[in-house]
């Protein structure tokens, strides 16, 4: 990059996500890397790279594999696959392949998830905040912004919304790598309306593909590809006329985009025995109760709430003049079909988070409406800049704040009120008083697209009888409490039960019941993983009663809260709500304890 104002506000971006992970010790907290979501996202390279298991199918968490983290769901076939597709990997393995050799030469363990792993997946998410807004710098330039403007607004992004969080503390979740992507894709979508060359085909077509292998909802940013320098009916005709007179690029875009995808469509191949698989079982988008009021405004995660800086660039968009104008439609069109699309997702808050992470993706296009609202305040009257700037500062210092208390558990992942968050608001100190007035969430509930999802389902006060037991399938293993991550499953074979194969059963009114575990924990089918079976609920709701069906005189089975029984996988001898009947898998034995 030349030397320009512009360039060292990119430059103070990066910095500034340095200085967070090394006081926060980010690069040597490894298990702090890989986890979450980026398990999932970041696996299909150590499987197929070290393991030679494209289909999952070895143990992990074994003793020469305990720092391994492999999840996948279940197929109605037994088998199983990964439950996000491959795009992220795709981003990761370039710092991937250079930690395995790093890993091999200097001794560290070379299993995918030791220190130069790790420490290189945190500077790949560096890289691609300073590959985007090197990108977005190019943009704001073609549209002919000043560079103190450019400059300005790419601080305002850098360091005063929570993309700081995500390509620093949060990092290398996958909001960062598409405001990437989106942000070249955009840039070369500008450059194949003035020159559609192969080049600018094939790197839209291979943008596209990559955004779209990562989030598939994200593909809606073709409508600004579709839709650029349309700007009524009339543009329509002439727009189609222009791809008619383009034809084979057009066709070049969509095959780089499907050969992004073929990688992904062999990998379903293999592991499900189908080319499109839906990997999220019971995971959907309810586009009839999008919650669009919560996801932009609500304590709990609201983006304009906890990352203000936006309200600018939705200001902005009222302001687009000149050449901007062209594209007014399709931006207007991209962002609101976007929020809409966010917010109709069942788990609309996005798990444990700083604010609304998922909205990070199209930051690379808010940028324009923010530049414009920039460049409207600077050619104002002194006190109106004045107020504009102080509140834009105020803004920046806030983000940061906020990222430190989220940081220390101060700012919840989750839960918040009104009156929580002006409890901890200015505070830098963590107190136990915060999470007690934390809202309780049964996400479980908001899967079944069920509106009460504030509160928890109701608690069932007394049981019929207490039992300490021992549960036995019908293959004569014993259910177990494992170590890793509370998961329940079957002992192995020929083992003789002990205290982890305790379990306390306790039957409740209208053929319920409830399992308490040795960790003191009710088991309960976890959605978020697929109706997995674990033992790390304190509380008794209604996803952690069964009902018990009585198969004979000597065997029973259960029926998770989400109509499913509870089997035994054949693959990993693990507990999954899975089955819609009762066979052998789903047939279990009670013995008493001594």
């Given amino acids: ?81 990964i439950k996000m597709t491959m795009g992220l990997s795709i981003l990761y393995s370039p710092f991937f392949f250079l930690a395995h050799l790093i890993a091999q030469t200097f001794g560290y363990p070379a299993d995918g998830y030791s220190q130069p792993y790790t420490t290189l997946l945190l500077l790949s998410t560096i890289f691609y905040l300073l ?26 992004l850098g360091i005063g919304t929570n993309i700081l969080c ?67 009916l009339k543009d329509l005709r002439s727009r189609a006329t222009f791809f008619r007179k383009n034809f084979f690029m057009i066709v070049l875009i969509i095959f780089s985009a499907f ?57 902005g968009l009222f302001l687009l003049k000149d050449e901007l104008k062209k594209i007014q ?38 940028a324009l409406p923010l530049a414009s609202t920039v460049n ?38 989750d839960g918040i009120n009104r009156k929580l968050y002006f409890k901890i608001f200015g505070k830098t100190t963590y107190k136990p008083e915060y999470d007690e007035l934390a809202t309780q969430i049964d996400a479980r509930e908001a899967v079944l697209g069920r509106n009460s999802i504030y509160e928890p389902s109701p608690v069932y006060p007394s049981f019929l009888s207490e039992d300490s037991v021992y549960i036995q399938s019908q293959s004569g293993r014993y259910l177990t409490l494992s170590s890793d991550e509370n998961k329940i499953e ?18 409740l009114q209208n053929d319920l019941c409830a399992i308490s575990a040795q960790n003191h924990m009710y088991i309960s089918a976890n959605l978020y993983k697929n109706g997995e079976i674990r033992a790390e609920e304190f509380s008794m709701l209604i996803w952690e009663t069964f ?15 989400n109509g499913k029984y509870i089997s035994v996988s054949e693959n990993s001898f693990q507990l999954i709500a899975k089955s819609d009947t009762i066979g052998d898998s789903e047939k279990f034995h009670l013995l008493k304890t001594k």
């Fill in 1 to 81: 990059m030349k030397s320009s104002i512009s360039s060292y506000a990119i430059l103070v971006s990066v910095i500034a996500c340095f200085i967070i992970n090394f006081s926060f010790d980010r690069f040597q907290k490894t298990k702090d890397v890989i986890k979450y979501d980026v398990v999932i996202y970041y696996e299909y390279l150590p499987l197929i790279f070290i393991y030679d298991d494209i289909r999952a199918e070895k143990h992990y968490g074994t003793e020469e594999t305990k720092d391994c983290v492999i999840w996948t769901v279940p197929t109605p076939e037994g088998k199983s696959v």
């Fill in 259 to 315: 050969l992004v995808w073929l990688p992904q469509l062999i990998y379903w191949k293999i592991a499900t025995g189908h080319f499109i698989y839906y990997s999220y079982n019971n995971e959907r988008f309810y586009f009839t109760q999008p919650r669009i009021i919560e996801g932009l405004f609500s304590f709990r995660k609201g983006w304009l709430l906890y990352t203000p800086m936006m309200l600018f660039a939705f200001a």
């Fill in 166 to 232: 995500y390509a620093s503390q949060s990092a290398p979740m996958p909001h960062v790598y598409l405001f990437c992507l989106i942000a070249i894709f955009f840039y070369y979508t500008t450059q194949w309306n003035h020159t559609p060359t192969i080049k600018n085909s094939l790197l839209i077509g291979l943008t596209s593909g990559l955004i779209s292998l990562i989030r598939p909802s994200d593909i809606i940013i073709v409508l600004l590809f579709a839709l650029y320098g349309v700007t009524g």
């Fill in 547 to 561: 009902s018990l069906i009585k198969v004979d005189t000597n065997s029973f089975a259960l029926k998770a809260s």
């Fill in 376 to 413: 409207y305040f600077r050619n104002k009257k002194r006190l109106v800049r004045i107020l504009f700037f102080s509140s834009a500062i105020f803004f920046v210092v806030l983000n940061i704040f906020q990222t430190y208390q989220y940081e220390k558990r101060i700012l919840r992942y």
């Fill in 329 to 366: 439609t399709g931006i207007w069109l991209f962002i609101l079909l976007n929020i809409y699309i966010t917010f109709s997702w069942w788990c609309w808050w996005y798990g444990g988070a700083f604010g609304m992470r998922s909205m990070i993706d199209s930051y690379a296009i808010m």
């Fill in 490 to 507: 079957l002992l192995a074979e020929n083992s003789r039960p002990g205290e982890k194969e305790i379990f306390v059963f306790k039957k």
């Fill in 131 to 156: 590959l985007g807004m090197y990108y977005l710098k190019k943009i704001l330039q073609h549209y002919l912004f000043s560079d103190s403007t450019i400059a300005i607004t790419i601080l305002f």
